[in-house]
C-alpha cells in the first residue's frame, strides 16, 4: 500500500527537497506551507506522484486543525511527519533582540511543531504507526554568539523529540531528530530580513549542504526495516565542525 508523507515547510529549501526524495521512494504527499503557489509548482514537478496541497501558517492551531480535518480520504492516513517548517528571524544580542522576532520563533519552531503534530497524531495512535522526523539544528546543542531565541527553539525541538519519542514508545510511534549545519536555502534571507548580500556570506568560501542532502538522510531513515530507528543525526557540511567552526578559503 503508497505510504503517505506530511511535509511542513515543503515552499522552500529542506521541506521542498524532502518532498521530491521521498516521491522518489514512492510516498504519495501531503505539501504544506503559507506561500500556494510554490506548492502547485512543486505538485506539477512531482506529477504523476499523488499530491494533496494544504496552506497554513503553523503558528494558528484553529488553521492547522481546521487543514488536517480537511484532507480527503486518500491523504487521511499519514504514516510519516516531517516537522520541517520555520527558521530564524534576526541575529542580534539578547539586549538588542526583537521581541516579534523572539514570538514569530518560538510561535513556529516550537508551537507550530507542537500544533502540527497533535492534530495528526489521533490518526497515528489510532493505528498505533507512524514515524515523525523533527527538523532541529545544530542551534540546539550548540548556543553561539547573537543566537540566542533560535538557539532556544531548535534547543526545545531537541527536548521535545526525545520526549515524543519517549511518550508514544508504546503506541509505537517513532520520532526522530534530524540537525543540520548551514544549508543553502532560503533560511539565511529569512533570518536577515531580504538582506541577501548578507545572507549570501553564510555559505562563501566552503561548499556548504544543499538542502538534497538533508533530504537523502531523511529518505534513508524512513525507508528502514522496523527493527531500525535513526533516532538523531547531526548533518554537516565537510568544512564545518560546530556551529560556528567552519574552514572557509
Ligand atoms: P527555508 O526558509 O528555505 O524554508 C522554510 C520553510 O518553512 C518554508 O517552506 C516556509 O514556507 C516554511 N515556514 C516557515 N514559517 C512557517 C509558518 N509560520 N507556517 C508555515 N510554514 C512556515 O529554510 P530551510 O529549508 O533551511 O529551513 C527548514 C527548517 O530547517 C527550519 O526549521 C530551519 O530552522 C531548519 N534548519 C535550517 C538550516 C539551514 O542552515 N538552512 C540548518 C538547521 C536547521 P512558507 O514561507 O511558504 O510558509
Ligand atoms: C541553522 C544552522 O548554525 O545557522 O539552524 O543556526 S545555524
Given at each position: 500500500m503508497t505510504r503517505t508523507a506530511f511535509v511542513t515547510?515543503?515552499?522552500?529549501?529542506i521541506g521542498r527537497a524532502t518532498a521530491v526524495a521521498l516521491a522518489q521512494v514512492g510516498f504519495q504527499l501531503v505539501l504544506t506551507g503559507r506561500r500556494r503557489e510554490r506548492l502547485e509548482e512543486l505538485a506539477q514537478q512531482l506529477a504523476p506522484t499523488p499530491t494533496h496541497l494544504l496552506t497554513f501558517d503553523v503558528r494558528d492551531r484553529a488553521a492547522v486543525d481546521a487543514a488536517v480535518a480537511s484532507l480527503p480520504a486518500a491523504f487521511q492516513q499519514i504514516d510519516v511527519l516531517v516537522n520541517n517548517a520555520g527558521g530564524a528571524h534576526g541575529l542580534a544580542p539578547i539586549q538588542e533582540g526583537n521581541p516579534d522576532d523572539w514570538d514569530t520563533m518560538l510561535d513556529s519552531n516550537v508551537k507550530g511543531l507542537l500544533n502540527v503534530s497533535q492534530a495528526l497524531l489521533p490518526g497515528m495512535t489510532q493505528r498505533r504507526q507512524g514515524h515523525i522526523i523533527n527538523i532541529g539544528s545544530i542551534a540546539g546543542h550548540e548556543v553561539y554568539a547573537n543566537g540566542n531565541v533560535y538557539c532556544a527553539s531548535k534547543a526545545a525541538v531537541a527536548a521535545l523529540s526525545k520526549a515524543m519519542r519517549i511518550d508514544l514508545l508504546p503506541l509505537n510511534i517513532r520520532v526522530a531528530e534530524v540537525n543540520p549545519g548551514?544549508?543553502?536555502?532560503?533560511f539565511s534571507q529569512v533570518r536577515f530580513k531580504g538582506d541577501t548580500e548578507r545572507a549570501a556570506k553564510v555559505y562563501q568560501g566552503y561548499d556548504p549542504l544543499k538542502p538534497e542532502d538533508i533530504a537523502d538522510v531523511i529518505q534513508f531513515m524512513v525507508t528502514r526495516p522496523a527493527n531500525v530507528h535513526i533516532a538523531e543525526v547531526t548533518i554537516f557540511a565537510g568544512?564545518?565542525?560546530?556551529?560556528?567552526l567552519i574552514n572557509r578559503t
Open positions: 515547510g515543503a515552499s522552500s529549501g548551514a544549508v543553502e536555502t532560503e568544512a564545518q565542525g560546530a556551529a560556528t
